[in-house]
């Protein structure tokens, strides 16, 4: 996986050819709403489970890869922010170039929901840097049903990504990738092992914290979560309170969701240390809305006020053996 280029120009003229054509831009789900709910199940491209690692590799092509994981929540509470996200996902690699915040970014696009109540309560595609990102992002099923208690299975998703990603980044450079989890829930109180035998297929006998999965998890990862506007639980404190206990400072609000490519490189560009918030705002206005531009900057005060304070400390130690730790 990631081969190839991104090509604005292309993911133009299939939008065209699709508008053109009446076929609808998230054809995955369109294809899933027209059969019995006991049959929705996830594209094969998607399916976690069974598998062993989601790989982002060096190529000739992109000999410096780093990846970059968003994973958004598809349930009923987000609404209509799901298709205003996956709209706007497939620019964030030619974002990322054009502004030179990263030399070989490669993504990975994938949908959360709830593994108490959901036929596919977990969705993870592949690493690309090339328009098969577009193809991932469609074939995202927008189950759009989640389970009513005011918490999705975000740890599942969270798990996958600490034990089923291998990135040459970190083995061989010590960087982190970054992870982007895009919702407007809880996490659920534990992370049930028959849920990750069901959902991924390993065998954990016993629950699990999910903040013993985070603190792993943020070993080789930039962790975020993203709460948008138009979601239903933009505004409840308790929402924003949990993830601050989680994430600290990388829990980030955002008023626009439209802005979701140019907040996830903005905050990218500012942990990179190749612009500060300033500079990240200039260069957001030469390709996006004012409004949008205002949006990000709104999100990103407090991170741009630490990478303002830091400087770059250095690469993490490589490590010997296996990238995962025992979860606590």
Same mark, same amino acid.
């Given at each position: 996986?990631?081969?190839?280029?991104?090509?604005?120009?292309?993911?133009? @003229? @299939?939008? +065209?050819?699709?508008?053109?054509?009446? &076929?609808?831009?998230?054809?995955?789900?369109?294809?899933?709403?027209?059969?019995?709910?006991?049959?929705?199940? @996830?594209?094969?491209?998607?399916?976690?489970?069974?598998?062993?690692?989601?790989?982002? *590799?060096?190529?000739?092509?992109?000999?410096?890869? +780093?990846?970059?994981?968003?994973? /958004?929540?598809?349930?009923?509470?987000?609404?209509?922010?799901?298709?205003?996200?996956?709209?706007?996902?497939?620019?964030?690699? $030619? !974002?990322?170039? #054009?502004?030179?915040?990263?030399?070989?970014?490669?993504?990975?696009?994938?949908?959360?929901?709830?593994?108490?109540?959901? *036929?596919?309560?977990?969705?993870?595609?592949? /690493?690309?840097?090339?328009?098969?990102?577009?193809?991932?992002?469609?074939? &995202?099923?927008?189950?759009?049903?989640?389970?009513?208690?005011?918490?999705?299975?975000?740890?599942? @998703?969270?798990?996958?990504?600490?034990?089923?990603?291998?990135?040459?980044?970190? #083995?061989?450079?010590? #960087?982190?990738?970054?992870?982007?989890?895009?919702?407007?829930?809880?996490?659920?109180?534990? !992370?049930?092992?028959?849920?990750?035998?069901?959902?991924?297929?390993?065998?954990?006998? %016993?629950?699990?914290?999910?903040?013993? =999965?985070?603190?792993?998890?943020?070993?080789?990862?930039?962790?975020?979560?993203?709460?948008?506007?138009?979601?239903?639980?933009?505004?409840?404190?308790?929402?924003?309170?949990?993830? *601050?206990?989680?994430? $600290?400072?990388?829990?980030?609000? !955002?008023?626009?969701? $439209?802005?979701?490519?140019?907040? &996830?490189?903005?905050?990218?560009?500012?942990?990179? *240390?190749? =612009?500060?918030?300033? %500079?990240?705002?200039?260069?957001?206005?030469?390709?996006?809305?004012?409004?949008?531009?205002?949006?990000?900057?709104?999100?990103?005060? %407090?991170?741009?006020?630490?990478?303002?304070?830091?400087? #770059?400390?250095? +690469?993490?130690?490589?490590?010997?053996?296996?990238?995962?730790?025992? !979860?606590?």
């Amino acid at each position: 996986m990631g081969h190839g280029s991104w090509d604005d120009n292309a993911y133009a @003229a @299939a939008k +065209t050819f699709r508008a053109a054509k009446g &076929i609808d831009d998230f054809g995955y789900t369109s294809a899933m709403r027209g059969t019995p709910s006991a049959t929705w199940k @996830a594209a094969p491209s998607m399916d976690p489970f069974g598998v062993t690692a989601r790989e982002c *590799r060096d190529s000739p092509d992109h000999a410096d890869s +780093t990846p970059i994981a968003v994973l /958004f929540d598809v349930t009923g509470s987000m609404g209509s922010v799901p298709k205003i996200m996956q709209g706007k996902l497939g620019k964030l690699h $030619g !974002l990322l170039r #054009r502004k030179g915040y990263l030399a070989d970014p490669q993504l990975l696009f994938g949908g959360i929901g709830d593994a108490d109540s959901d *036929r596919v309560p977990l969705q993870v595609g592949q /690493f690309e840097s090339d328009n098969r990102m577009d193809e991932q992002l469609r074939d &995202i099923f927008l189950e759009g049903n989640g389970g009513g208690q005011k918490s999705e299975s975000y740890e599942l @998703a969270a798990y996958f990504m600490a034990r089923h990603v291998v990135t040459d980044a970190w #083995r061989k450079r010590g #960087r982190k990738g970054y992870l982007f989890i895009i919702g407007d829930e809880l996490n659920k109180p534990r !992370l049930e092992a028959r849920h990750v035998k069901r959902v991924i297929g390993d065998d954990l006998g %016993q629950d699990v914290d999910p903040v013993s =999965v985070y603190r792993e998890l943020a070993r080789k990862w930039h962790v975020y979560f993203v709460l948008p506007n138009k979601s239903s639980y933009y505004d409840d404190p308790a929402i924003a309170d949990h993830w *601050r206990d989680v994430l $600290g400072q990388n829990f980030l609000k !955002l008023d626009d969701p $439209g802005a979701v490519c140019e907040l &996830i490189a903005a905050t990218i560009g500012l942990e990179e *240390r190749v =612009v500060d918030l300033d %500079q990240a705002m200039v260069d957001l206005a030469e390709v996006g809305s004012a409004a949008e531009s205002r949006a990000v900057g709104k999100a990103l005060v %407090q991170v741009g006020a630490g990478a303002k304070a830091l400087t #770059r400390s250095g +690469t993490p130690p490589m490590l010997d053996g296996p990238d995962d730790v025992t !979860l606590a």
